[in-house]
């Protein structure tokens, strides 16, 4: 059974940073296609960042690009999400997922 348990979030002020984390269990971790999604309050699920089996490919929402960094420890089951320069539009619900399953969620707060 997959399961998905992330970590980290936090109220922060803006210009601030955070790292997510996600520990992922009940999958081929290190064949597994990997995101994290974000949901604000009263919008959609938007995509954030996503990872390849291998690593290589990182691909980002042109929103976080070039202030979130995704990553993924193969060893240890987990997979991360640095944010920095955090604005009050980065407050979100973040989920991690794979193609199989995803975490409840950890919320992140933007705000001074």
């Known amino acids: 059974q997959v399961q998905l348990v992330e970590s980290g979030g936090g109220l ?41 089996s291998a690593g290589y490919t990182k691909t980002y929402a042109d929103a976080v690009q070039g202030r979130f960094a995704i990553s993924r420890d193969n060893e240890n089951n987990m997979l991360y999400l640095d944010m920095s320069n955090l604005t009050p539009g980065d407050t979100a619900t973040y989920f991690c997922e794979c193609a199989t399953g995803r975490g409840q969620g950890t919320q992140v707060i933007v705000s001074s």
């Open 12 to 52: 922060v002020q803006p210009g601030g940073s955070l790292r997510l984390s996600c520990f992922i269990t009940g999958i081929a971790f290190s064949n597994s296609f990997l995101k994290w999604n974000r949901q604000a309050p009263g919008k959609g699920v938007e995509f954030v960042a996503s990872n390849s």
